[in-house]
């Protein structure tokens, strides 16, 4: 028998299965996603609001810092220095527990969480004491590097409720 001969059509395949319509299942990953990707963006944006002072305060301390270099007036340095602390640390807590604030209990408070007691010693006669003195008076004994150093780093540290 000659199979050439029987009237057979060719083979028909099946169409492929298309990646398209997805599958329920892939839907719910992908919301899932997008709600994560949400939260992550939405949880950097408070971070970044939230160290929007702290970011403005260096950037002035900087400036601070540049000016003092140039006309080396120790003074003023204090004063704006004395200033911006206060202006940092009203940003992140609450008035009513800093803008009352002064003498030893205003040192005790910058001193908060940093890993060495420096606003309580050093820093609250330079503080507390220098500004009021005298413009030609020469300030000895003084180590204002370290004095900056503090007041930066107390300045990068956090405060207030975030994380």
């Not at 997008?34 to 963006?41: E, K």
């Not at 911006?84 to 940003?91: E, F, I």
Request: proline content about 7%.
């Amino acid at each position: 028998m000659d199979f050439s001969d029987i009237p057979l059509r060719p083979l028909h395949l099946p169409i492929p299965i298309s990646w398209w319509p997805l599958a329920p299942g892939w839907w719910i990953i992908i919301a899932l996603l997008i709600v994560i990707i949400c939260l992550l963006c939405f949880r950097v944006w408070q971070k970044y609001k939230y160290n929007a002072p702290k970011r403005f305060a260096l950037k002035v301390l900087k400036k601070i810092e540049s000016d003092f270099q140039l006309n080396r007036d120790h003074l003023m340095l204090i004063r704006k220095i004395s200033e911006l602390l206060r202006r940092t640390m009203l940003a992140y807590e609450p008035r009513c527990e800093i803008a009352g604030l002064t003498g030893d209990d205003w040192m005790k408070r910058l001193d908060r969480d940093l890993p060495l007691p420096y606003f309580q010693t050093e820093g609250a006669e330079i503080l507390l004491k220098f500004p009021y003195q005298d413009k030609n008076k020469k300030l000895k004994n003084v180590d204002f590097d370290k004095f900056l150093k503090v007041v930066r780093l107390r300045l990068s540290m956090r405060t207030g409720g975030m994380s």
